[in-house]
């Protein structure tokens, strides 16, 4: 949970339901904007721009999340936002982002991550164990910070290209490749079985809820900060997603410095 | 209390060696910024904003004032406009690009001096920095909000300018604000050119100006 920033929280809250649900707390599926959207323009001093050919059905469905949430979701968001303290959201945060532990581990390893995905179970055994059943995150203090994956992630690293940008009805921000992810995701996500299917549906309601309390400055401000919102959203799903395959969000000395992008730095 | 017979005279002289001192203060100042790392003029910057913040008896007019300047003054804000216009910047006459520096600023400073109003003790800690391909500079930091998994991670980009290294981009969590506008903005000037793009700011900064008023 720790990149929840408020980028992600604009792709998230743009995204209407979807995309506020457990599995996506964090890295949801990512498209390689950058790379892969570069080409296709062809622009050579353009910079990355966005590969967006469906653009007038996904703003279309972009603005119908929108006021899904704004009629549904943010409403609701506020009055939990209202009665719950900080810490009490970020605990039920952990809480769902422990759950997605399977979905990070089988990411990790199609990916050959074998030490993040060593990492990723003693950070589960941990918070489990000694957080309380997931809602505390003590493993972080202990240097096993969240090795979030997903599969659309792992795609990018097989090297398939992002393709087009696309806007799924519900679930938000997502790309060709990144979509069929969430399919692979959610299939691989254990649902225990001796659980009412009710409380599962229940849970992931109170998931997507709390989640969208945490983002309600960060979607607000977003608004008003951009002058094509939806622009602003796409740009920023695209370039996140991006980073996130290639590992960008480690701290800098760790990083590889592959991404210097010599289009977007030089001056027209 | 004692009071001196030659006030009139001693503060002459007190004045002229606050104005000698002063300009020592300023060459030498100078010479530190000509000196100062990427790292440095980011950790000065944050450091000079947090102070400014931390006066809490400062109108809200005011606090955004000298946050602004401080900020401004450690920007190459006209390198920034040329980035998120790239291609685009020789579609606007010397006097639209004018008006776009002008009216991006305004936006810039409405939106993000808004967000000054709800600041609650985040602080930030410089992690890392490193240069890049094309001789930039990048220096990581932390915003540190409370808990982990709060925190997140700013990098900004500098470019050195008559000798001084000054900011040309802020990306928060990997993504690009230089690259997040250029994607706006090519949306507009696609559809309307430069005068839709000035229009749609102008509009944009009247509406923060009602905002502001509440």
């Excluded at chain 1, 966005?50 to 603005?63: A, E, G, L, S």
């Excluded at chain 1, 695209?238 to 760790?254: N, Y």
């Excluded at chain 2, 003054?73 to 910047?89: E, G, K, M, P």
Aim: aromatic content about 8%.
């Amino acid at each position: 949970m720790r990149g929840r920033s408020w980028v992600l929280a604009v792709c998230l809250a743009a995204a209407g339901f979807g995309s506020v649900r457990a599995e996506d707390e964090r890295p949801r599926p990512l498209p390689g904007a950058r790379a892969a959207a570069a080409a296709p323009t062809g622009g050579a001093t353009e910079g990355p721009l966005d590969y967006d050919p469906w653009q007038r059905v996904n703003r279309k469905v972009f603005t119908f999340n929108d006021k899904l949430d704004q009629w549904v979701l943010e409403p609701v968001a506020k009055g939990w936002d209202y009665v719950a303290p900080k810490p009490i959201e970020r605990s039920i945060g952990n809480f769902f982002s422990n759950l997605r532990f399977p979905v990070n581990l089988m990411n990790n390893l199609l990916q050959g991550k074998a030490v993040d995905g060593a990492k990723t179970v003693g950070r589960f055994t941990v918070n489990t164990l000694l957080g309380v059943g997931g809602f505390l995150d003590p493993a972080s203090d202990l240097g096993l910070g969240p090795k979030e994956e997903d599969f659309g992630q792992t795609l990018g690293v097989w090297g398939v290209p992002s393709g087009p940008y696309l806007v799924l009805p519900v679930l938000g921000p997502s790309t060709v490749r990144d979509a069929p992810g969430l399919a692979v995701d959610s299939a691989a996500s254990i649902t225990p079985f001796f659980i009412d299917a009710w409380i599962l549906a229940g849970a992931q309601v109170v998931d997507v809820i709390n989640t969208r309390a945490r983002f309600l400055e960060a979607v607000t401000e977003a608004k008003e900060a951009s002058l094509d919102y939806y622009a602003f959203v796409r740009s920023a799903y695209l370039q996140r997603r991006q980073a996130l395959i290639e590992d960008r969000t480690e701290p800098l000395p760790e990083r590889t410095p592959t991404y210097e992008d010599s289009e977007l730095y030089t001056v027209p | 209390m004692r009071i001196p017979s030659s006030i009139p005279c001693r503060d002459r002289a007190a004045g002229r060696l606050a104005v000698a001192c002063a300009l020592l203060l300023c060459a030498a100042a100078t010479d530190a910024a000509a000196q100062q790392s990427p790292r440095d003029v980011v950790q000065a910057t944050s450091d000079q904003v947090l102070a400014v913040l931390a006066q809490k008896d400062l109108s809200r007019e005011d606090r955004r004032e000298r946050v602004k300047s401080i900020v401004l003054a450690n920007t190459d804000f006209d390198t920034l406009c040329r980035l998120v216009l790239a291609r685009n910047w020789d579609r606007f006459t010397p006097e639209q690009q004018a008006e776009f520096k002008r009216e991006f600023e305004s936006h810039l400073a409405a939106t993000y001096g808004r967000r000054l109003d709800q600041y609650r003790d985040e602080k930030l800690a410089i992690v890392g920095d490193r240069k890049e391909a094309n001789g930039d500079w990048t220096v990581q930091s932390r915003i540190m909000r409370g808990g982990g998994s709060d925190d997140f991670v700013v990098d900004y980009r500098l470019r050195q300018t008559n000798g001084a290294w000054k900011v040309i981009d802020v990306i928060p969590e990997q993504v690009s604000l230089v690259a997040n506008f250029r994607s706006q903005f090519q949306e507009i000037l696609s559809n309307g050119g430069p005068e839709r793009l000035l229009q749609v700011l102008r509009e944009k900064t009247a509406k923060g100006e009602e905002f502001k008023g509440e």
